[in-house]
T-cell receptor
Framework: GESVGLHLPTLSVQEGDNSIINCAYS??????FIWYKQESGKGPQFIIDIRSNMDKRQGQRVTVLLNKTVKHLSLQIAATQPGDSAVYFC?????????FGDGTTLTVKP | NAGVMQNPRHLVRRRGQEARLRCSPMKGHSHVYWYRQLPEEGLKFMVY????????ESGMPKERFSAEFPKEGPSILRIQQVVRGDSAAYFC?????????????FGPGTRLTVT
């Protein structure tokens, strides 16, 4: 079956630096990939998504890169702020359900 | 426009009791999804429902768990005879459509503790 996983469970960065969170997936038939942010005690919050026919998509302070050759997905956060501290999940979206990875905890040091 | 609502936010049950978790989707959304999250883990899909229909229950344990989404009222996830391993956060999400692009909006979750 398909699986989605993240390379590192934790990431610590200095405020103002850029953050890069990585994710690997196994299902080459996946059509959409999504990044979610989950703060303590809350549900996942949609950040950005990317379709499989794209290799890059930019949002406000965030960029998602997709490398289908190596089945790798990354989330880049520019000028990381304390409010960015959270757990970040990548997910593969099919018709209906989403398949989540285990998450990377981002800690932003002041 | 209120987001996805879940209640209760916290639920404590003794082993063997029943747990009922409720989810009200966003206004206009007719697709509901339930996920379970164990500590330090990602969300695991349980079931996908549309009004009065179960579309995909491939992630739902075969015994003790059931879900419904009636024509009127919230979606209910029901766990009978709870065991300690059922302790987790249960999240509900809703979407407007079921297509691949259909963005899912998550509720705040219900944290179930089985003592």
């Amino acid at each position: 079956g398909e699986s989605v996983g993240l390379h590192l469970p934790t990431l610590s960065v200095q405020e103002g630096d850029n953050s890069i969170i990585n994710c690997a997936y196994s299902n080459s038939a996946s059509d959409y990939f999504i990044w979610y942010k989950q703060e303590s005690g809350k549900g996942p919050q949609f950040i950005i998504d990317i379709r499989s026919n794209m290799d890059k998509r930019q949002g406000q302070r965030v960029t998602v890169l997709l490398n289908k050759t190596v089945k790798h997905l990354s989330l880049q956060i520019a000028a990381t702020q304390p409010g960015d501290s959270a757990v970040y999940f990548c997910a593969e979206k099919g018709a209906g359900k989403s398949t989540f990875g285990d998450g990377t905890t981002l800690t932003v040091k002041p | 426009n209120a987001g996805v609502m879940q209640n209760p936010r916290h639920l404590v049950r003794r082993r063997g009791q029943e747990a009922r978790l409720r989810c009200s989707p966003m206004k206009g959304h007719s697709h509901v999804y339930w996920y379970r999250q164990l500590p330090e883990e990602g969300l695991k899909f349980m079931v996908y429902l549309q009004k009065e229909n179960i579309i995909d229950e491939s992630g739902m344990p075969k015994e003790r768990f059931s879900a419904e989404f009636p024509k009127e009222g919230p979606s209910i996830l029901r766990i009978q005879q709870v065991v300690r391993g059922d302790s987790a956060a249960y999240f509900c999400a809703s979407s407007l459509g079921q297509g691949v692009r259909g963005e899912q909006y998550f509720g705040p979750g219900t944290r179930l503790t089985v003592t």
